[in-house]
C-alpha cells in the first residue's frame, strides 16, 4: 500500500469539533427541533421566538443547514431534516435528545477539566473525589430526571436490539438492574409478549419508572423494585441484565455485580451486559475508549473494558459458554450462561 501524504485535515477537524457539537447542543437546549417540527418557520420568526440577537443568529440557523440538521427553503423557511424531525422533536417518543441535553448541561463543561481528570485520576463532575455520583446527582429531582431521560434515548438502539436479537423464547423472566426510567425493560417487554419483568434501580428512580411503563403499556408485565445492588440481592429472575452498568464502577465492583447476577439465576439462566464493549486489541472502538475518559470524568473509579475482559470476569463469577454480540453503533452485549 502507498503511504498516504500526511494531511491536517483530521487533526483540525477533530480539533474543533467541539464546534460543531455545541451548536447542535445549543440549538437542543433551545428546542428549536421541537418548534419547527410544529411549523417551519424564517429567520425572523425563529429570532423573536428564541430571543436570538441578529448577531449570530443567520450563521447560527445557517451552520445548522451546512451541519445537515435543519433545511432551508428558496424562501429561507428553516425545518427539520428527516433525522432531526423523528429524533430531535422533543413530542415524540423516539426523542433522543435527552442524553444531549445532560451533554450541554453537565458533560460539556465538566470535559473542560480533561486534563485534570487525567493528570490527577479524578472526577471532575458535581460530585467531589470520594462521593458517589449517583447520591449527588439523585437529590436534585431536575437532575435525576434528566440523567433518567437521557439514558432512554442514549440506549433505545441497543435496547430495541436486545429485544429482538436475544432468544428470549427459552425465559421466562428477566430483571434489568440499574434500570433507569425502564428502557431496556419496556423494549424487552414490547416484543416479547410471554415475558415477565422487573426494573431494578435505586428507590428514588420508582416514580420515574413506573410513569414510563405505563405510557408505554407494559405496566402488567414489568414492575419495580427499588435497592441497592451493593446493599440488596437481586430480584430472582432468569435473565438478569445489566445495561450500561459496569461501566460505572471499579474492578472489584464489576465483580461483585457478576456475582450478584449469579446467585439470582437459576442453573442454565443468562447474564446480559451491555456497554460500548471496547475492541480486543483496543484500537477501533473510538466511542468505547472515549466513553472510558468519560466514567473517568464522571465517576470514582468506572472504566469501560473489552469483551475479552468481561468474558473472563464472567468466567471468574463461575458463567460458562461466554460470548460477545453486536448490537448497534459502538454497543455490543457480552452473554454467560449459569
Ligand atoms: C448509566 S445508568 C444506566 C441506565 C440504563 N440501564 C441504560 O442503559 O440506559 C446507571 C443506572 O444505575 C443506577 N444505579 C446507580 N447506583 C445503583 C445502585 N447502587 N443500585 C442500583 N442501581 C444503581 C442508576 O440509578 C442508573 O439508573
Known amino acids: 500500500m502507498e503511504p498516504s501524504t500526511p494531511s491536517p485535515e483530521k487533526i483540525l477537524q477533530t480539533g474543533l469539533a467541539f464546534w460543531a457539537s455545541k451548536t447542535l447542543l445549543s440549538a ?57 424531525e423523528v429524533f430531535l422533536d422533543k413530542r415524540k417518543p423516539s426523542y433522543v ?98 415475558l415477565q419483568g422487573i426494573g431494578f434501580d435505586l428507590p428514588e428512580v420508582a416514580p420515574i419508572f413506573e410513569n414510563y411503563v405505563v405510557s408505554n403499556g407494559v405496566a402488567d408485565r414489568v414492575s419495580f423494585v427499588g435497592g441497592s445492588f451493593f446493599e440488596n440481592p437481586l430480584p430472582k429472575a432468569d435473565v438478569v441484565l445489566f445495561g450500561h452498568i459496569l461501566h460505572d464502577w471499579n474492578l472489584e465492583q464489576k465483580r461483585h455485580l457478576l456475582s450478584m447476577a449469579y446467585d439470582a439465576l437459576p442453573e442454565g439462566g443468562a447474564v446480559v451486559v451491555y456497554d460500548a464493549i471496547i475492541d480486543d486489541n483496543r484500537s477501533e472502538n473510538a466511542f468505547g475508549l472515549l466513553m472510558s475518559l468519560n466514567m473517568l470524568v464522571e465517576t470514582e473509579g468506572g472504566f469501560d473494558y473489552t469483551g475479552a475482559d468481561c468474558q473472563g470476569w464472567m468466567a471468574d463469577a463461575g458463567f460458562r459458554d461466554t460470548r460477545v454480540e453486536h448490537l448497534v453503533g459502538p454497543d455490543s452485549m457480552v452473554i454467560g450462561i449459569k
Open 97 to 194: 435528545g435527552g442524553i444531549l441535553e445532560m451533554a450541554n448541561s453537565r458533560l460539556y463543561p465538566f470535559w473542560g477539566a480533561l486534563t485534570t481528570a487525567l493528570r490527577t485520576g479524578e472526577q471532575q463532575n458535581e460530585a467531589k473525589a470520594g462521593e458517589d455520583m449517583f447520591a449527588k446527582l439523585y437529590a436534585d429531582p431536575a437532575k435525576l430526571k434528566e440523567f433518567l431521560s437521557a439514558m432512554s434515548g442514549v440506549s433505545r438502539g441497543a435496547n430495541i436490539a436486545i429485544g429482538q436479537k436475544f432468544l428470549w423464547s427459552d425465559y421466562r423472566s428477566f430483571v434489568d438492574a440499574g434500570t433507569a426510567q425502564g428502557d431496556l425493560a419496556v423494549q424487552i417487554a414490547l416484543a416479547n409478549p410471554h
Open 28 to 84: 437542543v437546549e433551545m428546542e428549536i427541533f421541537t418548534v419547527l417540527a410544529k411549523h417551519p418557520e424564517d429567520l425572523h420568526a425563529i429570532s423573536s421566538r428564541m430571543g436570538l440577537h441578529p448577531r449570530g443568529a443567520r450563521d447560527f440557523l445557517d451552520a445548522l443547514v451546512a451541519l445537515g440538521f435543519l433545511q432551508r427553503d428558496e424562501k429561507g423557511i428553516y425545518a427539520n431534516t428527516p433525522d432531526t
